[in-house]
């Protein structure tokens, strides 16, 4: 009788998939000076390398077009969607991933009571560079437009993924119109994020702008 010792077979590959998927608002409630905008936060959890598609979908039927976030291994990653709002109502936002795998996060719910004037329209944020291999440490420059509706003093401040907070600053209007504000974080590398918040006369926050930095010896 003749015995074969065959080899154990390697273990089956884990496809790859999204485990998990939550999305949060902050605040849910909002009353006060309109437009007002909403920034809604999702984590996505992913069990190995590969590319997710998602899109954000809205209790008024609206939807964003699809988006990607690459994962290099098993880990959770943060994207961001803004809604801005002009009248009083109440709603729902949330994140839908539709490959590797269909998945939803549960419906952020929010109430807006529109009261007052406002005189901050709108956030736009952008970082310099958003992906660096390099010597490190290395500096990561952001720049935030804030456009007005007309003449008046906006107070803001910056604010980070390492939880740093940075000094109230203001800014003046003479009229409506786009002014430009600007900071800088120095660091290693790693992932983080960095985000302007206007405090007055209107809350309103821009999403947060992700960098990667990637430090070569």
């Avoid at 849910?28 to 996505?44: D, E, R």
């Avoid at 969607?81 to 936002?93: D, F, I, P, V």
Wanted: proline share 7%; net charge neutral.
């Amino acid at each position: 009788m003749t015995t074969v010792n065959s080899a154990p077979l390697p273990p089956a590959a884990i496809p790859f998939s999204v485990t998990g998927v939550t999305a949060n608002t902050d605040p849910t409630t909002y009353t006060g000076a309109c437009p007002k905008i909403f920034t809604f936060h999702a984590a996505i959890t992913a069990n190995g390398p590969g590319t997710v598609t998602y899109r954000w979908e809205r209790s008024d039927g609206g939807y964003s077009e699809p988006q990607s976030v690459t994962f290099s291994e098993a880990n959770v990653k943060t994207v961001t969607s803004q809604w801005e709002l002009s009248a009083s109502s109440s709603g729902w936002h949330r994140i839908h991933v539709l490959t590797p795998n269909n998945i939803s996060s549960d419906p952020v719910h929010y109430t807006l009571n529109c009261g007052g004037t406002s005189l901050v329209t709108g956030i736009v944020i952008s970082v310099d560079p958003n992906i660096y291999s390099g010597v490190c440490p290395t500096t990561v420059n952001f720049l935030a437009t804030i456009t007005a509706s007309g003449p008046g003093v906006v107070t803001y401040r910056w604010e980070r993924s390492d939880g740093a907070i940075a000094p109230v600053q203001s800014l003046t209007f003479a009229g409506a119109g786009a002014l430009m504000v600007s900071t800088s974080w120095t660091r290693g590398g790693g992932t983080g994020w960095q985000r302007l918040h206007v405090l007055t006369p209107n809350d309103g926050q821009s999403g947060q702008i992700n960098f990667t930095l990637t430090c070569v010896p």
